[in-house]
């Protein structure tokens, strides 16, 4: 199964000098609310979102994922 990796959002947001609020606007979004909480886990990216991102910080859909293996399959 795979999992968004959201420090790997906020690390390329803060690399690149963004807000929360700038990176809200730049989705979109009304307002900075609905983004903090996205990034902070306690509501989930869209599959567009993510897209948008990725053409943003110019990186692969792909770099925001990261597999995670069930523990009793090891």
């Known amino acids: 199964m795979s999992k968004v990796n959201l420090?790997?959002?906020?690390?390329?947001?803060k690399k690149n000098k963004l807000s929360q609020e700038e990176m809200a606007k730049l989705?979109?979004?009304?307002?900075?609310?609905?983004y903090?909480?996205?990034?902070?886990?306690?509501?989930?990216?869209t599959a567009e979102e993510l897209h948008s991102i990725a053409k943003i910080f110019i990186v692969?859909?792909?770099?925001?994922?990261?597999i995670e293996v069930a523990k009793n399959a090891i």
């Open 27 to 34: 989705l979109g979004m009304k307002s900075l609310y609905p």
């Open 60 to 66: 692969p859909v792909e770099y925001f994922f990261e």
């Open 7 to 13: 420090e790997r959002i906020k690390q390329l947001r």
């Open 36 to 45: 903090h909480r996205k990034e902070r886990g306690e509501q989930s990216f």
